[in-house]
């Protein structure tokens, strides 16, 4: 088939550029316009890299934001949450597929929330927007980056054991504060223990995620879950300390063969951006860690990686650190397959 | 007074450097001696200072560790835990007042393992200690450096509520790991989501300290305890998330000033390393930070910090973030406090 | 004497906060208000701070830069270099002596720039400028933080050694570019090779003050000069690599002797903010460092520390390495020792 | 033809790795055997790695090195300077080709010490070395890191220009330390100004790779070169600030030419190992960063960068900045491709 078109909104960002260059040599999209606020004007390749910009897109001019208005059939949003609801509706008013890494809409009732391996099934609640927004087009999200990495390593647990309470704790890299972000002044030989609004989008999110689809709406998973974020001198790759009460007394071998067997509808279906093996599990026991492991899969980064698979305190009581590449499986990774699943599935015809 | 004769052992580490320090100028303690390994035969300020060396201590002789004697009122221990067990057991036999940071006799029954405004009750072990071991020394211990801040932080919450269980993530600086410790290429850029034996230490240290004096031993306190420790790029400072479930519900306002207002005996008997306040309370959500809050208190780095208390998933969960100097509240100055206290209440005499 | 009236313009970057901290116990001025831009109506300690705010000036309101309007004896200015030109003019013509830490004035001909102990005669430029512009005030300008570290050293090397070349390569601290300053993700993992203006402002701020009053007028130095400026990964303490060339052979034990022998002006007047020794040379081969050495002097961060002098390639060649406390001896207590100087001096009267 | 049996002599540490690495594929030579000191007797994959061991060598069983006994074609040393010398000349006698990453030999008169791209023809030196020591192998070297990237700049500069003095100040990463190296308490919002051994070995290198073959021996290039050299919290990637004096007035455009233009032997050959274009020049004036330009080249690591060519306070007179990867083109890649040049110069038969 020819390539879709498609336009990247935020495409300037640190999670806008990481798009970008997954987009560059993309089968099915074709990245054909570039739009943000300040840098419009400018050629893309003009505005700050935080790597090398990728040369089929380089020479694009970047966009005005405002001057948005359709004509694309996809549409990635990396806009800041500020102005990414309103614009994000706007395009699906006119007719486009938006996939959207901005919270503004995630936690609507008829607005799928979705990791691809975990609840691909929820993309169903299209069919409710549609018909209450009347749009032809569609708005499709993925959550808060913590919140990837912490529903893709509970889904595969989950489909074994009853799961009472979750409590995490976050070690968070740099860049999930975009650009500039956090200064130098307040991140070197420091941590800051808050994340604003991070806790409680952790909390909310892998509800909505793990619920089940029921009559045209999620209900949310009777999970508790507590989170204690923190931003740490790293450029990459949350770590993520899970604390994990069962129902039932729990395995950690068992668990650890559950993680590295699941698979989801991404992978069944062969999608471009899917990894093989969504969930690596690392034996060492000082693994995972950020520089080390947050390449994990391919595309490089769209793994996560689990290790210290241990048993707590009771039998029904299990602990595990995992690591998920914040700004590629986190965010534009999962966006774009996030996309190809809706496509593959027919929901962009 | 005049003051007490006293002998480092280990004290060229990181920890026996802040000792040295803060016996530097001590009302009660004169710093006669330092013992160590490879180091011995150089002058005390020739060995690698991690700081200016004190001008009272910086000619003493480094002495060789298998010199050691007795023949001191007082003796603290940092060694390392390999060498420290028999070391300590031939102080204590000799007559002295040993005052330990290593972890060889922390559980042991006989061994009291106190934080000086948590449990200075469980001094008492010494009768039995001396009476088993025919000793007219003693010996006492302080706990690891992440345990102290958490008991700290647990006791004033535990006097008015009865606490079920207890997770705790820690971010936990590269001093705490002594020197050289961590290697440059490990840290930068990166996390390490593991500290061997780390976790065992803090759920069984702060099941005993927490525990009540009952017949001569410890009954050991019936909470569940699980920790995730983190190695993170800073100097010092040990940053620690913790889950805390209680059995009835609670009121984080409550608990709040219940941690501002802890006084121990310490403060009661004012003595001189006691800071006024040990628990300072931040109210700035940010807060605390390592690098701004770990000279908290009076003598600096004494208090522990504590930020972020509030409310977690049900009513009777709690969260709230620590910070603790992990060579000075959790360290040097724990063991310095600990002596302090038990020569006030007639242990050395 | 009564304290004089006080004001400080930028009172809220890193460089004003150092200013208020320095003059908060001041004995000569009192701190009576502080303007600045866009924080303007909060309390002087609602502003992020870097440190604690000193408790003589927390409830200050910080005023609205534009309705400054003179009626202070002393204005310090740590304006950024796009207002600060304009706002000292004012300032001075409303009969307030000027210090400032601003680029926009150094270089004018009739305006001073000094290193109180290095050229305290270029104060008598204050007579011309006086004339010229009509003022019963004054400006008078510290340079920037780089230069005075390494005029420092030169100075003492220079009365004994015709200086025909420097060249200086330097490491500066992340507190040199303000707050919010460089991002943590352009500094983790990396070093920055460029400072912008930096390298410029080097060679022709070393020329004026090294050169000669002569005639109402400086006559800039006859060394050649030139930087290489690169940004890395500390929090304060510029390091500056220097080699220079003389006339005639030089002796690194003589030149260390000169750095050590070093006193100015403000020493033998006694001034309050004058460290005893302003330079300190240190022996070991890897100092100095910045960690360990940027809070050398009384106050501490006043005397810059210099290592590593040796012979270069010939024997009029000769090498150091330089630390200066880039915010508080390079920055906030050069002005602040400038304006004792001058007060002494009598030009505030 | 079939893969030249090599050894690798000090496989464990950073160098060793990464030659392994670049080995791993290699089309001339098949690496058998790794030899190494404490941790003979695991496999390769068992000791501590850096980054994945590569899968056609991790089985291979660690030897001891006082086990090696020749019979290889090939052998690469980064042996630590203390056991390389012996060990390196024991593999000439034994009759193989030593291409050594260790200082021990490099200034022996009868030694090669060569950057492919700058002084290929200084591998004739062997047949002296051949005659004098009667050895049917050989022993040629390579520079420490940092005088690779000096020399690379320099070469084609001193091409058109008479070069009279080099001064340089480095910015070094730590992974230039080894493993376990710098203790992360030392480098952690810090730098220090000292490298042992590391000044004076840029200038005696420096002159002998520019130096002139005659007469079977080299005559050292007649330039004044001065270094001072600073270790920086950065992982890989040493900058070079370079100051050079010219006999005769230099233009940076003209020298931004002959650096990108600038090929050498390697290039001619097309060796395995050589990059297209050994020296990347960047326009961008805050580059080249460590970061973000020390992969530059293919195979990545092996192109140096040059930024910020400028006129300095004099016509003759030249500054730019300089990045090299340390362990790669510094290190690694420049032993292997100094071993492909003197395999297709016909010296290994």
Redesign the interface.
Known sequence: MSRLSTALLGGTG?VGQRLAELLARHPWFKLKAVYAGKTAGLKYQEVKW??EPPAEVADLEVLRLEDFNGGYDVVFSALPSEVAGRAEEHAAEAGCAVFSNASSHRMDPDVPLVVPEVNPEHLELITAQRKLRGWSGLIATDPNCTTVGLVMALKPIASEYRIR?V?V?T?QA??GAG????????????????IPGEEEKI?REARKILGELDGGRVKEADI???A?C?R????DGH?E?V?IETEEPVSPDHVMDLLREFRGLPQELKLPTAPDQPIVVLEH????????DRGAGSPPGMSITV??VRR???AA?L?L?LLVHNTIRGAAGCALLLAELAAEMGWLS
Chains 1, 2, 3, 4 share one sequence.
Do not use: M
């Not at 740490?232 to 450029?235: G, I, N």
């Open positions: 640190v935080h790597s309470a409590r704790a070690l740099a860049s650009y500039p972000g956090v200064p130098s002044l307040d991140l070197i030989d420091n941590a800051i223990p808050y909390a508790r879950v507590e204690a923190n740490v001198p790293v450029l770590l300390c604390f026991q000082d693994r995972p860690q950020p520089r080390l290790g210290r707590g305190s009771s009581s602990l650190t």
